[in-house]
């Protein structure tokens, strides 16, 4: 198992850029993915990275917006949120994947982080 901690949640006005940092306690050797929340939904997919990077997925909502990326060496995930709106307001939350295939459903993914929240103000 791999313990993974969030951070650089905020507050920034629409328009603004956020980058979200994921850091795992060991190598991962996997995939690993973003997903938010917010209040009385389920958690949704927003980008996930093989181990090599060679395959990356982006949900619709965020393409030519985010930007996700990892540093092996560092054992991080990183998220660079550019033009947010009021709507990618949530938490988010990074995941590890059981395979190396930058899946869209949570349920490939069994190590979580315990999510920072991002809130977008218009």
């Known amino acids: 198992q791999v313990h993974l901690v969030e951070f650089g949640g905020g507050l920034v006005q629409a328009g603004g850029s956020l980058r979200l940092s994921c850091a795992a306690s060991?190598?991962?050797?996997?995939?690993i993915g973003w997903f938010l929340q917010t209040p009385g939904k389920e958690r949704e997919f927003v980008a996930a990275?093989?181990?090599?990077?060679?395959?990356?997925n982006y949900a619709d909502s965020v393409k030519g917006r985010f930007t996700i990326s990892r540093d092996n060496a560092k054992n991080t995930l990183y998220l660079q949120m550019n033009s947010l709106k009021p709507e990618d307001t949530a938490v988010y939350y990074c995941?590890?994947?059981?395979?190396?295939?930058?899946?869209?459903?949570?349920?490939?993914?069994?190590?979580w982080g315990q999510g920072t929240q991002v809130t977008v103000s218009s």
């Open positions: 995941a590890r994947s059981v395979i190396n295939g930058a899946a869209t459903s949570g349920r490939v993914y069994n190590d």
């Open positions: 060991g190598r991962t050797y996997s995939a």
């Open positions: 990275i093989t181990y090599n990077g060679d395959s990356i």
